[in-house]
């Protein structure tokens, strides 16, 4: 949430380095944009924009900057205090515009410090918490940057990654983490700071992960690091395994469709080296230290929000019926303060895309306390989440870009899977029974090259109701999870108001809405309750309910009871089906959005990673 660039180097550089830098975080939010660099007189010019970057960069390009130095710093915003506006943009300033600053996450004591810093005479002009923090920072400024820096976040209390430029100072750059991630890129005499890597990889792939209460000092063309107490600290430098590539279009209309379709390869990369049909095993490297541990539990909680919330429900499933163990999906905005009964004996997987997301953060935290093992299933690597798990798996399915989660939540369920198989193996189960998951899981590519056929009839079908604005899905057991997850996919991308059912819920209430406003997709396909779901559906066409159904191919029955059908191929496993199933929804959700004319990669008020609570 919110996107930060900071650079230090080359004078022709600068501007090209931040808005590309801006470009690749702009999933992160888009309310507005801004960047800030030193002319060579030493005062700054600072340009913001509401909206995306390339309102931003036109604004840049029409204007005619004074001569500047190698040094600058950037911004895009996802709002949490105050509307987006130029006036709220980062980056904000000082009382007399000596220092400059952009940040990410929220001063929480934002108003005491104001109402302090307004007394002694400072004047605000924007309604939010990072101008706070520019205010007193300047209000503390004597000469040197770092001092006035660690002086002002002795009483700052909040999550922050801020960027700091002084103009008296206008070879210094300081960066300080605490909550929000930040990352160092390393090329040469040039320096890059980052919200994540994909804003550093076009320049290194050389990098330093910033912890929470780390400080950089970038002075001179020399680096430093230390921590809030300005004891020196020694960093490790980690090497980026990143194609470049994978974090472009390759000649797609948008980054949504291309997630979606590459799914057949991706799903090979995630599962690459992980499955042993010989055995019927499941090796995964990132586990191996803490096997032991894993072998003594007794509980499994899979903790996650949005989309891994519904690949943890999927996996709270699979762990109970392949690993006959209790388990359950916590969703971490609530988990957190839950009171949740957790000891040593708990296994507590924490799923997260971005390895960003603040409160399954805060949810790993207190789990650790509570002394609970706790894992991760993160697709970026290095994130925060990958780093304070006690252990994990990549996804390994390259950047997700889009702000709609597709390809991380194929292979959010498909790691959990084999997590209940790894568990399952030393719990009893069979080694035919995840002999043939494993199988299956071998064939989920080319499922998916036949669901990656249906991109034409989704359309059509997404023509034929692109007028509707209301739409239920429906499901039943491994589907259920589906159907939470299809709704949540076409109201975020296309702002149709969707709710995802238990279709054995519908009658306690929802099926009160029914009529032929109000179609339902219906995820129909053979599994072992198939007919309950036909029953569930007849009840809703009683209603005039219209039905479009999901359904096996050769399921000639379902036509008779549905409007319309999208037949996809059938797994001989009912654990495999809904995700294969999942992405004729994903297909469906983004025909629907591209139909309407909308954004699909950025919807409006979202942001990809939400690093704050
Ligand atoms: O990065 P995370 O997986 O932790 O993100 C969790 C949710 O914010 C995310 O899944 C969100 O719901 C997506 N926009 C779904 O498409």
Redesign the pocket.
Known sequence: MCGIVGYYGKQDQVLDTLVSGLKRLEYRGYDSAGVAIINKDQEFTCIKEVGKIKNLENKINNQNIPEFKGIGIAHTRWATHGVPSVENAHPHSGQDQKIFLVHNGIIENYQEIKDKLTNEGVTFYSQTDTEVLAKLIEFNYTGDLKEAVLKSLEVVQGAYATVVLAKNEPDRLIAVKKGSPMVLGLNGDEYILGSDVSAIISKTREVIYLEDGEMIDINNGQYSVCNLDNQSLDKDIHNIDWDEDAASKEGYEHFLIKEILEQPKVIKDSVRGRLLPDTGDIKFGGLIDVMDKIKEVNRVIIL??????YSAKLGELYFESIANIPAKAEM?PEFRYNDAVIDDKTWVIA???????AD?IAGIEEAKRKGALVTGIV??VGSP?ARITDAGVYNQIGPEIS????K??TS?ATLLLMHAILLGRTRGLGYTQAEELISEIKKLPEYFEKVALLRGETKELASKYINYDNLVYVGRKYNYPIALEGA??IK?VSYVHAEGLSAGEFKHGFIALIDEKMPTIAILTKDSVYDKMVSNVEEIRARNGKIIAIASEGDERVESISEDVIYVPRSTKEEIQPLINNMALQLLAYNFAHGRGLDVDKPRN?A???TVE
């Not at 996650?304 to 919330?309: E, L, N, R, Y």
């Not at 799923?351 to 997301?357: A, K, L, R, V, Y």
């Not at 702000?403 to 597709?406: G, Q, R």
């Open positions: 996650g929000i949005g989309t891994s919330f971490s799923i997260s895309q971005s390895g960003e997301t399954t697709n970026s989440i702000v709609a989660s597709t991380a939540f959010q949540l996919k975020e979202l990809k990673s939400v």
